[in-house]
C-alpha cells in the first residue's frame, strides 16, 4: 500500500484519490469448456494487483506499470485499442466499459504495482481490470450494483478488446472468499463459492516458462455446429450436480460425433470427458477425499494432453514428477499429490497440489528440469484470497 502511493506521487505530484486491489487466479479445471454452456472450477490466490487512481483536471490519461517500467498515455477522447499499449489496453478497456454505459469519466493517472507480470499467465490482466474499475467507480462516486460492474466488464472485454466474454474471470476476480473455490455455470450464468479444506497441502504454481506456440485454433471449436453435436449428448439428470451429464455409452458418442473429423473429435470428446472429471472434483470437494480430487485433476490433465492437445513435453515431464513424488506412485487410485496445465489458451503454466513434505522435492525437480530443458522456471506457494476491494 505504502509502496504504490510513493511510486503514485512520485508520478503524479500527489497521492492518490483511491486504491484498491484484486487477486491473481488460475482455473483448475473447465476452462476450455465454458462455449459449450458447461463449468469452471477456479481459485482466486494471493498474488494480489494493486491500482491507484486520481483526477485530473483535463480529459487525459497517464498509465505507469511500476514493475515493467513502462508509462503509457491515452485521452478520453481518442480512446482507442493500440497494440503497443498492451496492458493499458485493458485499463482502457475498463474505461470504455463504463463510458459505453452511459457514465461520464474524469480525466486520471493510473499507477499499477504488481510484483507478477501479465505474461505470466496467472490472471493478472483481469486482475487490472477488476481493480481499475473499482477504483474508477470509487474516484467517480459512480452507483454501480455488483451485476452492472460486471455489465462494465463484458463491455470492455466485448466491445473495445474484441475479445468473448469469459465470466468465471471475473467471478473469480470478484467474489472469492479465503479457503474456497469459485465453481462458474456457463448455462446459469451464475457461480457458487466451494470450500477448499485440503488444509494439509501446499498449492503450487509453476511458470514453466516455456515459449507458448499456437498449436491449433481454439476458435475452430467454438463453433455452433459443435455446440449441436455435443447438445445431442446431453441427458438431463436430477441427481447429478448442474442437472444433466454426457451419455456414459462410447458407442452412442462415437455415432454422434462421427460426422467430425479427427482432430474435431478428440477435442470434442475432451470437452465430455473434463464436464465429468469437474463434477468429480466437485463431489470429492464436497466430502473432502483428496485422492478422488486428485484423480479428476491428473486425469484431466491427460486429456489436456492426449486429446486437446495444448501440453507439451516440458509440462509434461514436470507433472510426471510431481505423480513420482507419491510414496506408491504406482497406485493410481490413491494419489497425494496432483498437477494439471493450466490456462485459458495454450498456456506454459501448472498448478501442483502437494503434501508440504514433498515441497523441497518439488523445488529439486525444478532444478533438474533447468538443466534439462533450459528454462528457468519460477514457482510460488499461493493460497485461496478473496476478491477485489477498496484499500
Known amino acids: 500500500m505504502e509502496s504504490i502511493k510513493e511510486a503514485h506521487k512520485e508520478e503524479y ?14 482455473h483448475l479445471l473447465g476452462e476450455h469448456t465454458w462455449f459449450f454452456k458447461d463449468k469452471t472450477l477456479s481459485m482466486a490466490v494471493n498474488m494480489p494487483v494493486f491500482v491507484a487512481v486520481s483526477k485530473r483536471s483535463d480529459t487525459n490519461l497517464r498509465f505507469n506499470f511500476v514493475q515493467l517500467g513502462e508509462k503509457k498515455r491515452s485521452s478520453l477522447t481518442s480512446l482507442k485499442f493500440k497494440k503497443e499499449d498492451k496492458w493499458a489496453n485493458a485499463i482502457k478497456a475498463v474505461i470504455y466499459g463504463f463510458t459505453s454505459g452511459g457514465y461520464e469519466c474524469s480525466g486520471m493517472d493510473f499507477t499499477i504495482f504488481s510484483e507478477i507480470l501479465p505474461s505470466a499467465g496467472f490472471g493478472i490482466t483481469t486482475a487490472i481490470k477488476t481493480a481499475s474499475a473499482w477504483c474508477i467507480r470509487e474516484l467517480n462516486k459512480f452507483r454501480c450494483s455488483s451485476e452492472q460492474m460486471l455489465q462494465v466488464l463484458e463491455r470492455a472485454n466485448r466491445l473495445f478488446l474484441g475479445s468473448l466474454n469469459y465470466r468465471a474471470d471475473a467471478f473469480t476476480s470478484i467474489y472469492s472468499k479465503e479457503n474456497s473455490l469459485v465453481l462458474t455455470d456457463h448455462s446459469k450464468g451464475s457461480y457458487e463459492i466451494i470450500p477448499f479444506k485440503f488444509k494439509d497441502k501446499l498449492i503450487v504454481l509453476t511458470d ?3 515459449p ?6 481454439e476458435e475452430s471449436l467454438q463453433q455452433p455446429e459443435n455446440v449441436l453435436l455435443l447438445g445431442e449428448l446431453k441427458e438431463r439428470k436430477s441427481n447429478v450436480y448442474g442437472g444433466w451429464y454426457y451419455a456414459d455409452t462410447s458407442s452412442e458418442a462415437n455415432e454422434v460425433l462421427a460426422v467430425a473429423g479427427e482432430d474435431l473429435r478428440r477435442h470434442l470428446k475432451c470437452i465430455m470427458n473434463e464436464h465429468k472429471n469437474l463434477l468429480k472434483a466437485q463431489a470429492a470437494l464436497e466430502k473432502v477425499d483428496f485422492a478422488s480430487f486428485a484423480r479428476a485433476v491428473n486425469a484431466s490433465h491427460a486429456d489436456m494432453r492426449d486429446l ?3 501440453s507439451c ?4 515431464w514436470l507433472l ?6 507419491d510414496p506408491s506412485p504406482d497406485d493410481l487410485r490413491n494419489p497425494v499429490n496432483c498437477g494439471r496445465i493450466t490456462g ?7 498448478y501442483t497440489i502437494l503434501r508440504k513434505e514433498d515441497l523441497d522435492k518439488y523445488k529439486e525437480k525444478l532444478e533438474e528440469y533447468e538443466r534439462i530443458f533450459g528454462f528457468t522456471p519460477e514457482y510460488y506457494v499461493v493460497k485461496p484470497a478473496k476478491g477485489v476491494r477498496l484499500l
Open 320 to 325: 510426471k514428477r510431481v505423480q513420482e513424488l
Open 212 to 217: 507458448r506456440i499456437v498449436t491449433w485454433n
Open 344 to 350: 485459458k489458451g495454450f498456456g506454459r503454466c501448472t
Open 313 to 316: 513435453p516440458e509440462i509434461d
Open 13 to 26: 505530484g500527489e497521492e492518490p484519490g483511491v486504491v484498491a486491489s484484486a487477486p491473481g487466479r488460475f
Open 308 to 310: 486437446y492437445d495444448i
Open 208 to 210: 514453466a516458462r516455456v
